[in-house]
């Protein structure tokens, strides 16, 4: 199984998202799959400027010349694709919104998905509620569950709490935050053995860790020695 993972965090493997990330890939990767790992970080990929010469001047070839070249091939071959990012105020981060809409030259040879992918999405939000993945889960459902399409979403890892979560994997709640990572791990086992990802393990990664009220309690005291430090 070849997997193509893109990490669209600004933060790269320092970031929340990394933390569901990476046990997630180690899981598929003990399983047997061949990961690929990109960062959009790292990446040089201007936004689709939608003269569609991907389709009329030059099918299925974009007039870009930038590492979308790299990630062209690396589509196409694909068993799976997953999707990693934090929520921001419109959904994913800029650079891998860049790199989906440039996947349009593919799409128009009908060559991403030439045979059937598994499109997974892994995303982080510091809100406590679930609530804030959902704007982006629709577009993900919608953009690969289209029966046009030769696609399947078969999964999301979501992390609610996820500034949360780092502060307690420094403390003694360490233990509870360990369950979610191996939670983690084994939905990238159970991708790679089965082909999709249960719903008690996705519920498993996205449990609650603490009470709301007593979770914003927390990020305030934390939000007010961050404004503090930055005064000094």
Known sequence: MKVLAINGSPHMDEGNTAIIL??????????????DLFYTRKLNIGPCNGDMSCWFKNPGEC???????????????ADVIVYATPVYYAGVTGP?????????PLHMLGELGAKRQKIV????CGAWEMSMFEP?????????TRSDGNSDF????LRPGADGMRE???????????????????????????GKISEEIQKQVSRELMPRDAYYEAAKEMFEQIKKSMKE
């Open 22 to 35: 990476n046990p997630f890939l180690e899981g598929m990767r003990e399983a047997g799959a061949n990961v």
């Open 63 to 77: 007039g870009q010349k930038d590492d979308m070249q790299i990630l062209y091939p690396k589509f196409r071959d």
């Open 96 to 104: 891998l919104k860049n790199l989906m809409d440039r996947q349009l």
């Open 121 to 124: 999405l892994v995303s982080t």
């Open 136 to 144: 982006l889960l629709v577009q993900m459902k919608a953009l690969y």
């Open 154 to 157: 078969v999964g999301a890892l």
């Open 168 to 194: 307690m994997m420094k403390t003694k709640g360490r233990g509870l935050v360990e369950g979610i990572l191996q939670a983690a791990k084994e939905a990238g086992r159970e991708l790679v053995k089965e």
